[in-house]
């Protein structure tokens, strides 16, 4: 079976939809104006807490879920080396000096207005909340918990167990939930969270836990591949070595190919040597390269984000017609041999190696080639950064796919299936986690199972969010009947995966074959 599902610049892009502002809001913008709420901290008491008992690695990302006077989120900053992202729904809570920080050490601390009510736009291996949750209503309790278990993956909860002291202030109660230390372990373990640490004390409970733990690939399936370190140190040697670096381009009208591995790919062998024939440019990814040079289609551009040594057989031999895109972050092994009038560096992950860049290439001098954790997701912000509006997606499944082409099996009886996660031979992509995720749309028929590996959970995320924030910019045709082409055509928009309705995952073990029938 193929299909394909398009967006275009007509707006019919997947958008969260965001409900009425938060009553709350009001209430706590009136409280920081006081000195006398501001007073007090508990960022700042729990911060040295939450290092002591996560022990994060200098430069890891964290949130800080209801920053309040961002006092919190500094101190990690100067004690455990964190770059954090301050959450909070109103914008004068923060103090003047930490207000300062955000512009003079944007590499150091960030801050969003957001309702924890809502999806977040960030996401983060770490989390810190302190004293939050006992402040919002309960029958909200839960949709806040799961936002927050969402964006990060190992998060540090302080929740106050008692009334509020500060509420006279406004004549207003401000602890809504009170609830037992028990009632909050309750919630965590409710919702499969491995809870690794709690402590109850007078007036107080603390937790540390990690959400998915029936699944727990599906936490790791964001964390970087290789050591930051490494990756600041190929940054600073290739961009040394002298290659030129892309520049944004004035927009275009032509159409090209973004060719993916997935095992989709196969059945649009012929399609995809046709429209290169015709004139279409060929994009491929990673391995893409040499399954579609085997086939006759001599890619125009071959583009790698991947930061391990293993990438450099994506780029050898060099072909002396194609033009290489190589993240900046890659191994320099990836750019050995390669022609130097047809490679270019873009750079991914700039809060990485602003330094790096702005030391080589002069504050200003250097673009940032925004995106998700796949190279996909590097490639489309690039090529409209390049001008492309027209892009059709080949082999961008997200998901396991049979080699006839089927995407969903009944784990019953009819014998098994073999599940390919490429069409290719590629063993670093081999796992043992098959997590079936379900999509749903009103009044779109009946759900939808997908199987995937975590990291196609990601990829499919990111996607949303990404067709979300620029998807309005450029005309995309999604090949094939996978993930993403079914996310685009049933309208999904990305509060399906956030707030857990219409997508769900369930972490399962499978040995790679999945029973079932055609």
């Given amino acids: 079976m193929t299909a394909s599902a398009k967006i275009g610049l007509a707006g019919s892009t997947p958008l969260v939809r965001l409900g009425v502002g938060n009553p709350e809001a ?4 009136r409280l920081w104006a006081m000195p006398e709420y501001r007073q007090f901290s508990p960022g700042q008491t729990f911060a040295s807490v939450f290092l002591h008992i996560a022990r994060p690695s200098r430069g890891a990302a964290v949130i800080d879920f209801g920053c309040g006077t961002g006092r919190g989120a500094l101190m990690m900053s100067l004690l455990g080396g964190l770059r954090v992202t301050m959450v909070d729904f109103v914008r004068n809570c923060l103090d003047p000096e930490i207000q300062e920080a955000v512009i003079t050490q944007p590499h150091a601390l960030a801050f969003l207005k957001h309702d924890l009510e809502q999806p977040l736009p960030v996401a983060a291996q770490y989390g810190f909340c302190a004293d939050v949750m006992e402040h919002v209503p309960p029958e909200r309790v839960d949709r806040v918990l799961s936002n927050i278990l969402k964006a990060a993956q190992h998060v540090f ?11 006279a202030l406004i004549g207003e109660v401000l602890h809504l939930t009170v609830r037992p230390h028990a009632w909050w372990l309750e919630k965590f373990q409710e919702r499969g969270c491995l809870v690794h640490w709690a402590r109850e004390e007078s007036g107080g409970s603390a937790f540390y836990v990690t959400a998915w733990a029936s699944g727990h690939d599906v936490v790791n399936s964001g964390v970087i591949n290789v050591e930051e370190s490494a990756m600041r140190e190929q940054a600073r040697q290739n961009v040394a070595a002298g290659w030129q670096q892309i520049h944004p381009a004035g927009t275009n009208d032509r159409e090209i190919m973004l060719i993916g591995g997935g095992p989709s790919l196969a059945q649009f062998a012929d399609e995809i040597k046709q429209r290169r024939a015709d004139g279409v440019h060929a994009v491929t990814f990673n391995g893409a390269y040499h399954w579609a040079q085997e086939r006759g289609v001599w890619p125009v551009n071959q583009m790698v984000v991947d930061a391990r040594a293993f990438n450099a057989r994506f780029t050898h031999p060099p072909d002396p017609a194609c033009m290489y895109f190589i993240a900046s972050i890659c191994h320099p092994s990836v750019l050995e041999g390669l022609p130097r009038d047809r490679t270019w560096l873009y750079h991914a992950m700039p809060g990485l190696i602003k330094d790096v860049l702005d030391e080589h290439y002069g504050a200003g001098g250097w673009h940032a080639v925004p995106g998700g954790s796949s190279v996909l997701l590097r490639a489309i912000p690039l090529f409209r950064m390049l001008g492309y509006r027209r892009m059709h997606l080949y082999g961008c ?6 080699a006839d082409g089927h995407t969903e ?11 390919l996660h490429h069409a290719y031979a590629q063993p670093e992509n081999e796992s043992s986690l098959v997590i079936p995720v379900t999509v749903g749309a009103p009044g779109v028929g009946s759900d939808r199972i997908f199987w995937c590996h975590p990291w196609m959970i990601s990829q499919a995320q990111e996607f949303l969010y990404l067709i979300r924030t620029i998807g309005d910019t450029f005309e995309l045709e999604v090949h094939g009947d996978g993930l993403l082409a079914h996310l685009l055509r049933v309208g999904a928009d990305s509060a399906a995966i956030e707030e857990g309705g219409a997508v769900d995952f369930e972490g399962e073990k499978s040995d790679g074959a999945l029973a079932g029938s055609t």
């Fill in 26 to 29: 009001e209430k706590y913008g």
């Fill in 157 to 167: 909860f302080s929740i106050s167990t008692a009334d509020d002291r500060c509420g």
């Fill in 397 to 402: 499944d997200s998901c396991l796919v049979a």
């Fill in 409 to 419: 099996y009944s784990r019953g009886a009819g014998g098994t299936a073999t599940m």
